[in-house]
């Protein structure tokens, strides 16, 4: 079957680095996108990597290695409007997206 | 630019009655989706269109129907609402389906069946 494993929560400090991390074995491999999503909101796109290695976005990094079905997702010098569950799936070789259960990120004064 | 809207926001519903979420994307979006977000779960694809006229199955379609026969539209529709499908709905649209397939997402129904 196809899976995706994160961490089910996570807490860290306001202006640290806290790295999340996702696993995966799918049938085929078409990409892998991280989305945000905040208590009661829809989710929005933070990133898409395809191939291996870093992407940086501003205070956000995805890292890709498709040899180990691994990806992290790297926040830096975090906000509290940071906390919010973090989304990671894969696109599969129908171009169908397995989904996560989510990382919930908690950001402590 | 509205994105995705979607309707209503909440519901509660009796068993066996039956409802229409509403979804309909000003993008010009090619692609749009049914979704469901449990707790503790990833998001379930009930039902997907590749474009107006055209609908398949998702991983969890039972219980539910879609219709799309406008670009912009695609409402769900729940037949004889059963307790299971308490869960929060969430419509996508996008405008390619492989590559860098970037979903927009509507702000999300939250359904209970009671």
């Known amino acids: 079957g196809q899976n995706i494993d994160q961490p089910t929560e996570m807490t860290a400090t306001e202006g640290a680095i806290v790295q999340i991390n996702c696993t995966y074995q799918?049938?085929?491999?078409?990409?892998l996108f991280w989305y945000q999503q905040h208590a009661g909101e829809a989710p929005t796109f933070l990133s898409y990597?395809?191939l291996d290695g870093l992407e940086e976005k501003g205070r956000f990094s995805s890292f890709l290695s498709r040899s180990k079905g691994y990806s992290y997702l790297l926040l830096k010098e975090l906000q509290m409007k940071d906390s919010a569950s973090y989304l990671c799936?894969?696109?599969?070789?129908?171009?169908?997206?397995?989904w996560g259960a989510g990382t919930k990120l908690i950001i402590k004064p | 630019n509205a994105g995705v809207t979607q309707t209503p926001k909440f519901r509660i519903l009796k068993i066996g009655q039956s409802m229409t979420l509403q979804c309909t994307q000003d993008?010009?979006?090619?692609?749009m989706y049914w979704y469901r977000q449990d707790p503790g779960m990833g998001l379930k694809l009930i039902y997907y269109?590749?474009?107006?006229?055209?609908?398949d199955k998702g991983e969890v379609p039972n219980g539910y129907n879609v219709s799309r026969s406008t670009t912009e539209d695609f409402p769900l529709r729940l037949e004889l609402a059963a307790p299971s499908q308490t869960s929060v709905y969430f419509c996508?649209?996008?405008?390619?389906?492989?590559?860098?397939?970037?979903?927009?997402f509507g702000a999300g129904s939250r359904l209970t069946v009671l």
């Open positions: 799936a894969v696109m599969d070789s129908n171009y169908q997206l397995i």
């Open positions: 993008m010009n979006h090619n692609y």
């Open positions: 269109s590749v474009g107006a006229g055209i609908t």
């Open positions: 996508a649209s996008s405008f390619t389906g492989s590559g860098a397939n970037v979903l927009t």
């Open positions: 990597n395809v």
């Open positions: 799918t049938s085929g491999f078409n990409g």
